[in-house]
DNA sequence: TGAAATGTTGGGGCG
DNA sequence: ACGCCCCAACATTTC
């Protein structure tokens, strides 16, 4: 009987995995391949990458097989391994950027006349292109979108790992983990991402446990960084290490067990922000570059090397955007109230281009995902479909004070201000000088002075914002309003 | 899934 | 007792 491949991509695991399982009940012998390809894949999402295959091939030689591992261009490198097999068929779970979805049909102008080919949906609640309005176009709002989600039903239950599972590996050629060269080697940035997570889907399971005992406390909790009660599950979503059904699924049985809360309904909408985020970028394949609203093609940013780089160091002046910047750096991941606030830090009270902060993201996060970041960061600048008004600026300090408010977290990340007490912690300039002598605090020394006066920023981004509407009002700019 | 400016109200001090 | 002012607390509007 001739095999099949199943080519793991972000869904890396055994439980739950529709290609898998399709595979497995075809009752051919599997070839299970990942390819290394260079999608959108930054520092820390490839440090990522590389425990969870190595976590992926163990749990399949315990089951008397192994991952092939290699790289290149996957339709080629498929087809390569088709035709040195004499495989039959490929099973797949699509993926939904731009970039991997020419992949997908290049496979099927490759190999679509010699193999069958099998792709899934398998990486949402729901499939990309359901549900849609009644004129049967995408939703760009979310509430609607997520009543319409809501009213199809539970997604279906998760299924377990085939078993057993027959698979032919022997005499396929593969790549030595080693040899990806995913791990950063000089400097080894990596220390603070060891300590913090444990890649692969018992690790995912193990932090899906957690993440159920503390959603009563959710729909409260989560807004407040200093507390430990989001699940941090969104590295393992993003590579398909356990499947968003099965947390789905896990969390409405917290639910039921423990007193019902309002949590778990904040939780399991914030799991379809997840579907949203990929339905829009499979809509709108331009998201990761172009603002949604055409009128911010005319925003006027500013560049500004230095800026940004305070940003990207947590060197601010701002000690809640500090904290969230240096919370980045150390951990790969950044509580989302603070993502939020940096953002908008950027965004707004620097007018950098958003891109640049999504980029950095890209870079720096363990959870980095095309969707999720690039309808996010749209979100926060004010230029996506549903996005937060642009005059709507978060204030730094007094984000500080009401989410972090006794300055745990800022006293977490940003240790030259841990010495001061609550009151003075979110606005040290504001502190009595002998305050800061006694916690051996020089400002502009130790910690830096604000690198922007946030009253005047807000201004002159309210300024830029309404410079970029009375633009598009004036008829000499409006041409570029009746392009295509 | 804001913040600041502006408007309104009502209690209390005071002449 | 009464009106006036102050201002905190809350509500509304605006950016």
Redesign the pocket.
Known sequence: MPPVIVWFRRNLRLCDNAALIAAADSGCPIVPVYVLDELDCGGASRWWLHFSLERLDKDLKRRHSRLILRRGRPERVLAEIAASTGAAAIYYARRYEPLARAQESRLGELLGDSLDIHPYDDYLLRGPSAPKTQSDTPFKV?TPYWKASVGLGDPPLPSPAPSPLQTATDGVASLALDELALLPTSPDWAQGLRDTWTPGEDGAAARLDVACTAVKDYADGR?RPDRDLTSKLSPHLHFGELSPRQVWHAVKAANLAAARSRGAEAFL??LY?RDFSHYLLFHFPDLPEKPLREEFEHFPWHENAAALEAWQCGWTGFPIVDAGMRQLWATGWMH??VR?IVA?FLVKDLMIPWRQGADWFLDTLVDADLGNNSASWQ?VAGCGTDA??Y??????T??GK?FDPNGDYIRRWVPELAQLPAEAIHEPRAAERDLLDSAGQRLGVDYPEPIVN??AA??EA??A??SMRDLLKSPAASPGSSVG
């Open positions: 979310f807004d909408r914030q922000w989302n109230r939020m908008s979100w937060a008004p005059f709507r600026i978060f204030n730094p007094l984000q009401k946030h009253a807000r201004n309210l300024a914002y309404q």
